[in-house]
């Protein structure tokens, strides 16, 4: 079983804000609030504060402008309306995400598994709608990456979901898809949470395997 070290305050101030993008409460090229702002919100000194954002700098998250502050980073302009990128990103997807995957179920601490569970009951409630499905889906994954606690893998995660999100709502409105995307990833929770790391990997890539052949019915095969 892996050992966690304790997390440093900076680390911790850096991780929520991280969330803050994430979640779309700081959206690309947002600025971020002032240091005064974010020294009441968490309480810390300057020189933690400070070592957060040398941390998020360094994960890709946040830039600073002189004289103008700290920002959110923009995305990579791509073409997210071409067929080739879709492809392109669902190929990395099924590359990456089962590996990632794989790589959760060794690393994940309780709390992880905590936040990943509280997705997966959110997917599960009856009167969810396609909409939330689809919001709890990108969640279930962020949150799988997160706890591999490599803030690379992390933003890998996010530069492909954010590509296929389009593409996602018209799978789960097909008959029968909506249900079986639940199951999918249950399973992928319950290794997770058996750290059955292989099982993870197979369940991963069911999963993303058969969202591809989803989008392929729907949209046509790629090059």
């Given at each position: 079983?892996?050992?966690?070290?304790?997390?440093?305050?900076?680390?911790?101030?850096?991780?929520?804000?991280?969330?803050?993008?994430?979640?779309?409460?700081?959206?690309?090229?947002?600025?971020?609030?002032?240091?005064?702002?974010?020294?009441?919100?968490?309480?810390?000194?300057?020189?933690?504060?400070?070592?957060?954002?040398?941390?998020?700098?360094s994960?890709?998250?946040?830039?600073?402008?002189?004289?103008?502050?700290?920002?959110?980073?923009?995305?990579?302009?791509?073409?997210?309306?071409?067929?080739?990128?879709?492809?392109?990103?669902?190929?990395?997807?099924?590359l990456?995400?089962?590996?990632?995957?794989?790589?959760?179920?060794?690393?994940?601490?309780?709390?992880?598994?905590?936040?990943?569970?509280?997705?997966?009951?959110?997917?599960?409630?009856?009167?969810?709608?396609?909409?939330?499905?689809?919001?709890y889906?990108?969640?279930?994954?962020?949150?799988?990456?997160?706890?591999?606690?490599?803030?690379?893998?992390?933003?890998?995660?996010?530069?492909?979901?954010?590509?296929?999100?389009?593409?996602?709502?018209?799978?789960?409105?097909?008959?029968?898809?909506?249900?079986?995307?639940?199951?999918?990833?249950?399973?992928?929770?319950?290794?997770?949470?058996?750290?059955?790391?292989?099982?993870?990997?197979?369940?991963?890539?069911e999963?993303?395997?058969?969202?591809?052949?989803?989008?392929?019915?729907?949209?046509?095969?790629?090059?």
């Open positions: 079983m892996p050992i966690f070290k304790p997390k440093r305050i900076y680390e911790e101030v850096a991780e929520e804000i991280r969330d803050w993008i994430l979640k779309g409460q700081l959206k690309p090229g947002e600025k971020l609030p002032s240091e005064e702002e974010l020294l009441r919100i968490f309480g810390v000194s300057r020189a933690s504060l400070r070592e957060a954002f040398r941390l998020l700098e994960m890709g998250l946040v830039e600073t402008i002189l004289g103008r502050g700290r920002f959110v980073r923009p995305l990579p302009e791509i073409d997210v309306g071409s067929p080739k990128v879709f492809y392109e990103a669902l190929m990395a997807r099924e990456l995400e089962p590996t990632i995957t794989r790589y959760a179920a060794k690393c994940a601490s309780l709390e992880d598994i905590e936040r990943i569970k509280r997705v997966v009951e959110d997917m599960d409630r009856k009167e969810v709608s396609i909409d939330e499905l689809l919001r889906d990108q969640e279930f994954h962020l949150e799988v990456a997160k706890a591999t606690h490599n803030f690379l893998l992390i933003n890998i995660t996010m530069d492909y979901l954010n590509i296929i999100r389009s593409l996602g709502e018209n799978t789960l409105r097909v008959p029968g898809r909506k249900e079986k995307s639940v199951r999918e990833h249950k399973k992928i929770f319950e290794a997770i949470v058996s750290k059955n790391e292989e099982m993870a990997f197979k369940a991963d890539l999963h993303v395997r058969n969202v591809r052949e989803m989008i392929e019915r729907l949209y046509g095969k790629g090059e």
